[in-house]
């Protein structure tokens, strides 16, 4: 799973659509007990993604630092070594999404999928498809 990422945005699918990214790189470092996550590109609305976290494969949630992520913390936790469950949450807003990470067994692609609630508070519905780059 670590690494460079970049979403393909034929592939993913978001609800309420369209995708709101244009363009989005995630770069997976090994960090202690868990992952680095990097992400960088560029929103519809041409506003930036750079955001990081650090994340413990334990579920504790990690503070996202940076700009262009709806939500402000992350929790991962480690069921396999291709599965992890996935949550993201806006402590002062409504965004909140919670599903899995499941890297291909190839090792070639990485899918996100999602349920929540999404800053305006609509269901929320994330198949995010990412190519190993």
Do not use: C
């Amino acid at each position: 799973s670590l690494g460079t990422w970049k979403i393909n945005t034929e592939a993913s699918k978001y609800s309420p659509a369209p995708l709101p990214v244009k363009s989005l790189t995630v770069v997976r470092e090994a960090a202690p007990g868990g992952v680095k996550v990097t992400s960088s590109g560029e929103r519809t609305d041409g506003t930036a993604i750079n955001a990081t976290y650090s994340a413990n494969y334990d579920g504790t949630p990690a503070g996202v630092t940076g700009t262009g992520a709806p939500y402000n913390t992350v929790s991962i936790k480690e069921v396999d070594s291709n599965i992890f469950l996935y949550e993201a949450k806006n402590s002062t807003g409504k965004y909140h999404a919670s599903g899995r990470i499941v890297i291909s067994n190839e090792g070639k692609t990485m899918t996100l999928t999602a349920t929540g609630t999404d800053a305006e508070g609509k269901d929320l519905a994330v198949s995010l498809v990412y190519d190993k780059q």
